[in-house]
């Protein structure tokens, strides 16, 4: 994965990354993604909002990783009791997790 840039032209984003505090960005702020780090971009407020993402990549087709994809569709499958430690939980919830994947 390559770093990118979001820039909010329209309307409310709500971005953040996971080892950071949330920052809510609004139209005409731009929010810059560092290769790996996970982070998440949510509409926020009423009616639309219009980015443009862009990739620094000298590949046709950028990559990302969905998270919880990757984690709970891969193949094979990363074993349930990987899952239960890192996320201190029971099985009944991977298991359920995995159901929303035709797992």
């Not at 949510?42 to 909002?49: I, V």
């Not at 087709?61 to 239960?84: E, M, Q, R, Y």
Request: avoid cysteine.
């Amino acid at each position: 994965m390559q770093p990118g840039l979001v820039r909010v032209i329209d309307g409310k984003l709500l971005v953040g990354f996971v080892t950071t505090s949330n920052v809510l960005l609004t139209g005409g702020q731009k929010f810059v993604v560092p290769t790996g780090l996970i982070h998440f971009q949510l509409k926020g407020g009423e009616g639309n909002a219009l980015i443009f993402t862009t990739f620094n990549s000298h590949s046709p087709a950028p990559g990302s990783a969905i998270v919880p994809t990757t984690l709970f569709a891969s193949k094979p499958l990363i074993p349930d009791d990987v899952l239960t430690k890192a996320f201190q939980v029971g099985n009944d919830v991977i298991d359920s997790i995995k159901s929303k994947f035709g797992y």
